[in-house]
T-cell receptor
């Protein structure tokens, strides 16, 4: 299936610092990327949707100035947690969606979402 | 309201036994329904994806069913293995915008 990677897989930082998480689609072009947050024993919660070359759309209650999203290319989106605090500690997961017209995705629901492996953020 | 409900919340079974997980949804308009396996500390991995016209789909020891009329789905795991211990998440994708609606998941633990 389509491959989505995230880097780093885990990060520990001090309170007040900023952390950048990368999400890459390795074998297809991702026209849209999604960022999710997951707290222990809870399901994924959508934070924002980003389309290549345009501003991200944030879900209600998600601070856009705190969670900066950049989707500069069709294979890379970044999430920057600015001035991180302990309550930002969570598991962050991205997903990427390609295009039905992408031959690499044909027959595999080309416009569906493929998830990355996640990034564990711990803020001390 | 667009919702996905899963049952049971958690389940413990012995290695080698079969089990069935349930999913009911009220999501509309419906695009497709997926089952994901999520190991602790990992991202979700797709097991099956079914569109409106598909009633059943298998992936190895995993078999998913879909009844679009009653808006119910099930995931059957055959001859369970210790490595099947994980959270199983039912997700329904909405048409037009492709937003995913997640179930809370069923935590499965397979004991030896």
């Amino acid at each position: 299936g389509a491959v989505v990677s995230q880097h780093p897989s885990w990060v520990i930082c001090k309170s007040g610092t900023s952390v950048k998480i990368e999400c890459r689609s390795l074998d297809f072009q991702a026209t849209t990327m999604f960022w999710y947050r997951q707290f222990p024993k809870q399901s994924l919660m959508l934070m924002a949707t980003s389309n290549e070359g345009s501003k991200a759309t944030y879900e209600q209650g998600v601070e856009k100035d705190k969670f900066l999203i950049n989707h500069a290319s069709l294979t890379l989106s970044t999430l920057t947690v600015t001035s991180a605090h302990p309550e930002d500690s969570s598991f962050y997961i991205c997903s990427a969606r390609g295009s039905r017209s992408d031959s690499k995705l044909s027959g595999r629901l080309g416009d569906t979402q493929y998830f990355g492996p996640g990034t564990r953020l711990t803020v001390l | 309201k667009n919702q996905v409900e899963q049952s049971p919340q958690s389940l413990i079974i012995l290695e080698g036994k079969n089990c069935t997980l349930q999913c009911n949804y009220t999501v509309s308009p419906f695009s497709n329904l997926r089952w994901y396996k999520q190991d602790t500390g990992r991202g979700p991995v797709s097991l099956t994806i079914m569109t409106f016209s598909e009633n059943t789909k298998s992936n190895g020891r995993y078999t998913a069913t879909l009844d679009a009329d009653t808006k119910q789905s099930s995931l059957h795991i055959t001859a369970s293995q210790l490595s099947d211990s994980a959270s199983y998440i039912c997700v329904v994708e909405r048409e037009y915008g492709n937003k995913l609606v997640f179930g809370a998941g069923t935590i499965l633990r397979v004991k030896s």
